[in-house]
């Protein structure tokens, strides 16, 4: 009778690991489809993302999930997911890996905490290289889906990573991936490094991704510039937000106090100045840093001066200045990612 009763432990354990093991199976894509060949372009990549019309679709917007587009059953694209009710809505959505190629280390243990896999592989604004290619492909063809992918916007850089997955998994022609960044996603012209990625670059087979090694880590940390980098949008977007609002908070978010935001703003200028490694880059790269290091102490000037009482926000003797400093922070951006970041 003992004998029977573990036969049968036995077999229904065997049933268990055999349902999960196809469970997964099925959260995969079954098919294994050929990649489609890169396209031979006469004109830019982003004139040729004009080429197959996509019928108008508005992106979902849902508690902590912004700019949210599902490309297809496996992939859905979107900005940087923010609290717990993000990935509350990510588990709902059925979704099993998060993809991150924003530079920032990304939440995984919250998402682990969910039952969602993060896998963080950083790339620029500039294009995606072969080693990241492969790494984005190789979690697309070798985890469970469906994925979500993002960057910090998700306007950029997160569709152009869907794309691959689009590619590689889904099969469809490069044509309509880099559709799909232009014309749903909003990926701005100035990244023609990432249409270009899409369009024309030879993407790597089932085989390539197979035999590469890569352990899927959830976190990659930066340091120096790049780490500096990536806070700095954070909070330039936090004061561009308190401007629009005439510098007075949000009801909604009170932990977000302008004159904060401008002494976090000057003091990761002053760090990214200090820096060693700062000395060895061009002289206009310092100058842009160092023209957003005056702007962001004018800043936090102008706004100290308004905080002091009712009567002196009123007057508005201040917002000359704050706005002068404003243009001088936002020109030192513009004119820096022209050169090194666009």
């Known amino acids: 009778m003992r004998n029977q009763l573990a036969l049968l432990s036995c077999l229904f354990g065997l049933a268990a690991l055999a349902a999960c093991a196809s469970d997964s199976q099925n959260r995969r894509q079954v098919s294994d489809p050929a990649v489609p060949p890169p396209l031979q372009l006469s004109t830019s990549a982003y004139q040729a993302a004009a080429v197959v019309e996509l019928p108008t679709v508005a992106a979902l917007e849902l508690p902590g999930l912004h700019h949210v587009y599902r490309l297809s059953d496996q992939i859905i694209s979107g ?40 896998v963080h592989v950083p790339i620029q604004y500039s294009g995606i290289d072969d080693d990241e290619l492969a790494r984005i492909a190789k979690t697309f063809r070798e985890l469970d889906g469906p994925f979500y992918v993002h960057c910090f916007h998700g306007k950029h850089r997160g569709p152009a990573a869907a794309a691959v997955g689009r590619v590689v998994l889904d099969g469809v022609p490069r044509d309509q991936a880099i559709a799909e960044m232009r014309q749903w996603c909003s990926t701005s012209p100035k990244y023609e490094g990432l249409y270009k990625t899409i369009a024309t670059t030879n993407l790597p087979s089932t085989a390539t991704t197979k035999q590469f090694a890569f352990d899927f880590e959830p976190a990659h940390q930066f340091t120096g510039i790049r780490h500096g980098m990536i806070a700095m949008p954070r909070t330039w977007d936090r004061i561009k937000d308190l401007k629009k609002a005439d510098w007075q908070v949000d009801p909604a978010h009170p932990d977000i106090v302008p004159l904060q935001e401008a002494v976090q703003l000057h003091q990761i200028y002053a760090d990214l100045i200090a820096l060693d490694e700062m000395k060895a880059h061009a002289d206009d790269f310092r100058g842009w840093m160092e023209q957003g290091l005056r702007g962001s102490e004018r800043l936090q000037r102008a706004l100290s001066a308004c905080s002091q009482d009712e009567d002196s926000f009123a007057t508005g003797d201040w917002r000359a200045e704050a706005a002068e400093a404003y243009e001088l922070i936002a020109d030192s951006c513009s004119s820096c990612h022209a050169v090194y970041r666009d």
Do not use: N
């Not at 890996?97 to 280390?105: A, E, H, P, R």
């Open 79 to 118: 900005a940087e997911p923010v609290g717990v009710e993000a990935f509350e809505q990510l588990r709902e959505m059925g979704v099993h890996t998060i993809l991150s190629v924003d530079g920032k280390v990304p939440d995984h243990e919250t998402a682990a905490q969910y039952g969602i896999r993060y």
